[in-house]
C-alpha cells in the first residue's frame, strides 16, 4: 500500500495537533478540576437533591412541632427515631466519603498513566518525523538496496500502527479520567447535602435535649443557624411574711410568654453566637456576653458532658423573667404608697423618688425578693433646686447610716425607704440645729 510522503507528513500533522490538544485538556482538567462543568446527571442532581433536602427537612420539622405536647414514652421514641436517622446519615456519609477517596486515588493514577502515554506518544511521533527526513535524503537511497529500502518501509508501516493503537488507548484513558473526575463532583455535592442532613439532626437531638431539660420551652422555628423559640415562664407565688408584705393586691400573672432568636454558630454545635427577646422588656445583655465566656470555660472542663452555652443561656434567661417579673410587681404594689419606685433593668436598681425633691437609688439584691437577702441604698440625691442646698456631707452620712441598719429593715422596699426618709428628715434637722447654734 502506497502513501505519498505529503499525505504522510499531514496526518502526522493531524496527529501531533491532536496529542497538543489533549495534553492542553489534561492540563487544564488536572490543574482547574473544581473549575470544570457538570456532566447532564449531575446537574441533574444538582437540582433535584436540594429539593429532595427541603422536603425531608419539612417533614422533619412538622413531626419535631408537635413534640412539646408528647408524653414522656413517645418522647423516648421520638428520639430514638431521631437517633436511628441520624446513624443512617452518620453511615451513608462515611459510604460517600470512602468512594470519593478512591475515586480520587484512581483518577490521580489514571492522570500519570495517561501523561506518561501522551509524552510516549510524543516521542514516537519524532522518531517517525526522522525516519521520514532519513527517507526523503537522495545520498540516503543511493546507498541503500531494494531489500533493505523494503524492510525500512514495513518497519515504518508496523510503527505508525502501533502509534494508532497507542492513540486509542489514550483517548479511552482521557475518557476515564473525566468520567472519574464527574463522579467525583457528583459524590462531593452528595456528601456535603448529607453532612449538612447531619448537622440539622444533631441540632435537632440538642434542642430536644434541651426541651427536655427545661420546662416551658418550644421550638417554633429554625431557618439554616437561627433558630426560634417560644418560651414560657411559670411565675413561683411568692412565699414568706416579707414577700407577700410587697405584694398585695395585685393580679399576678401565673406565667409569662416570650420568644427568643437564637443564631448559632456555623460550627455544627449549638453554642449561641448572637440572641433578641421579644418582647425586650427583660435586660438580656449581660447574660449573652456571659454566655460566651461559659463557652470557651466549658470546652476547658474535664466533665463529659458540659451544658451547651444555649442551654446554660436559656436556665439563666428564665431565671431572670422571674426575677425581674416578680421585682415589677413589688413595684406596682409599692407605688400604691406615698412614694414612687421604678425599677431600673438593666442596672438592677431601685429608684425611690422621696418628699421634698430628693432621690435613693438602691441595689437589689441577688435572688430578691424570692430570697430574704437585705436591700443597699447605693446614693441618695438631690434631684431639684428645693434640695439643692442639703450638703453632701449629710447625703452621704445617711448613705452610711443606712446601709447600716437592722436586716429586716432592709429586706422590705417600702419599708426601708420610710426608714431612710425618717433618717434624712433627723440629720437635716440636726444640721440646721447645729447650723443656728454656730451662728449665735
Known amino acids: 500500500m502506497e502513501i505519498s510522503s505529503s499525505s504522510e507528513h499531514l496526518n502526522l500533522q493531524s496527529i501531533r495537533s491532536r496529542i497538543s490538544e489533549l495534553s492542553e485538556i489534561h492540563s487544564s482538567n488536572k490543574n482547574e478540576i473544581e473549575s470544570e462543568a457538570l456532566s447532564s446527571d449531575s446537574e441533574k442532581l444538582l437540582n433535584d437533591f436540594p429539593s429532595h433536602f427541603e422536603r425531608k427537612l419539612k417533614q422533619i420539622m412538622k413531626e419535631y412541632s408537635d413534640v412539646g405536647f408528647l408524653g414522656i414514652e413517645d418522647l423516648d421514641k421520638y428520639l430514638a427515631y431521631l437517633k436511628e436517622e441520624l446513624n443512617q446519615v452518620e453511615a451513608e456519609s462515611a459510604k460517600i466519603s470512602n468512594e470519593i477517596e478512591d475515586l480520587s486515588r484512581n483518577q490521580i493514577e489514571e492522570s500519570n498513566i495517561l501523561e506518561g502515554n501522551l509524552e510516549g506518544l510524543k516521542c514516537a511521533l519524532d522518531s517517525i518525523a526522522t525516519q521520514e527526513i532519513v527517507e526523503e535524503d537522495p545520498c540516503f537511497d543511493s546507498s541503500m538496496n531494494d531489500d533493505h529500502q523494503s524492510t525500512l518501509m514495513d518497519a515504518n508501516e508496523e510503527q505508525k500502527f502501533e502509534v494508532l493503537l497507542f492513540l486509542l488507548t489514550c483517548f479511552s484513558s482521557i475518557a476515564l479520567d473525566l468520567e472519574l473526575e464527574t463522579q467525583i463532583e457528583k459524590n462531593n455535592l452528595i456528601l456535603k447535602s448529607l453532612q449538612d442532613l447531619d448537622s440539622t439532626f444533631k441540632r435537632?437531638?440538642?434542642?430536644?435535649?434541651?426541651?427536655?431539660?427545661?420546662?416551658?420551652?418550644?421550638?417554633?422555628?429554625?431557618?439554616?443557624?437561627?433558630?426560634?423559640?417560644?418560651?414560657?415562664?411559670?411565675?413561683?407565688k411568692v412565699e414568706g411574711v416579707l414577700c407577700q408584705t410587697m405584694i398585695e393586691n395585685i393580679d399576678e400573672p401565673s406565667e409569662v410568654t416570650h420568644e427568643l432568636l437564637l443564631e448559632i454558630i456555623d460550627d455544627g454545635t449549638m453554642e449561641v453566637k448572637n440572641v433578641e427577646m421579644f418582647p425586650n422588656d427583660i435586660y438580656i445583655g449581660d447574660i449573652l456576653d456571659a454566655a460566651k465566656s461559659y463557652r470557651q470555660l466549658s470546652s476547658n472542663l474535664v466533665a463529659q458532658e458540659p451544658l451547651s452555652s444555649l442551654e446554660w443561656l436559656v436556665g439563666i434567661v428564665q431565671d431572670r423573667i422571674i426575677l425581674s417579673t416578680l421585682r415589677q410587681f413589688v413595684m406596682k404594689s409599692t407605688n400604691k404608697s406615698r412614694h414612687c419606685f421604678e425599677y431600673i433593668e438593666k442596672d438592677e436598681t431601685i429608684a425611690?423618688?422621696?418628699?421634698?425633691?430628693?432621690?435613693?437609688?438602691?441595689?437589689?439584691?441577688?435572688?430578691?425578693?424570692?430570697?430574704?437577702?437585705?436591700?443597699?441604698?447605693l446614693s441618695v440625691k438631690s434631684s431639684d433646686h428645693y434640695s439643692r442646698g442639703i450638703s453632701l456631707s449629710l447625703l452621704c452620712k445617711v448613705q452610711e447610716m443606712a446601709n447600716s441598719f437592722d436586716t429586716n429593715i432592709r429586706?422590705?422596699?417600702?419599708?426601708?425607704?420610710?426608714?431612710?426618709?425618717?433618717?434624712?428628715?433627723?440629720?437635716?434637722?440636726?444640721?440646721?440645729?447645729?447650723?443656728?447654734a454656730s451662728d449665735k
Open 204 to 236: 435537632l437531638d440538642a434542642l430536644e435535649h434541651i426541651e427536655d431539660a427545661l420546662t416551658g420551652l418550644k421550638v417554633i422555628g429554625f431557618d439554616g443557624n437561627f433558630i426560634r423559640l417560644s418560651l414560657q415562664t411559670y411565675i413561683p
Open 352 to 377: 425611690a423618688h422621696l418628699v421634698g425633691g430628693i432621690d435613693a437609688f438602691i441595689k437589689v439584691s441577688q435572688g430578691w425578693p424570692l430570697s430574704e437577702s437585705p436591700l443597699k441604698l
Open 411 to 436: 429586706q422590705n422596699l417600702s419599708t426601708f425607704v420610710d426608714a431612710v426618709e425618717k433618717l434624712l428628715l433627723e440629720q437635716m434637722r440636726l444640721e440646721l440645729q447645729s447650723d443656728g
